[in-house]
């Protein structure tokens, strides 16, 4: 089954830092992929945490922005999601999310406006002291 593997969530303390990774399962994240973060909590619905271009355009949401940084290590066919100054209100199940390399609107794949190709199983990540 092709799909997205995430790993490095977990508890933090409010303030602390995580860094979440995405690699692919049964195919390799080529670098012609647009990837996303997308996180959520029970109740209510996905939402687009930050988006990378296969051309290097990111967008992040208002409620990250600054805090958060995406990324990707082309040769480890890997992407990143660098968590800092984490707040209660981040604790989510996060998912690891790619596209394969169209000519889309960034800001409309962050919005789930488009059917992505590959979905992650999801990761917890929680923020409590």
């Known amino acids: 089954q092709l799909q997205l593997v995430e790993s490095g969530g977990g508890l933090v303390q409010p303030g602390g830092s995580l860094r979440l990774s995405c690699v692919g399962s049964?195919?390799?994240?080529?670098?012609?992929?647009?990837i996303g973060w997308f996180r959520q909590t029970p109740g209510k619905e996905r939402e687009g945490v930050s988006c990378?271009?296969?051309?290097?355009?990111?967008v992040y949401s208002d409620s990250v922005k600054g805090r958060f940084t995406i990324s990707r290590d082309n040769a480890k066919k890997t992407a990143y999601l660098q968590m800092n100054s984490l707040k209660h209100e981040d604790t989510a199940v996060y998912y690891c999310a790619a596209e394969l390399g169209r000519d889309i609107e960034l800001q409309a794949m962050c919005a789930g406006k488009y059917d992505l190709d590959y979905w992650g199983q999801g990761i917890q990540v929680t923020v409590s002291s």
């Open positions: 049964g195919f390799t994240l080529e670098d012609y992929y647009n």
């Open positions: 990378l271009s296969n051309d290097g355009r990111e």
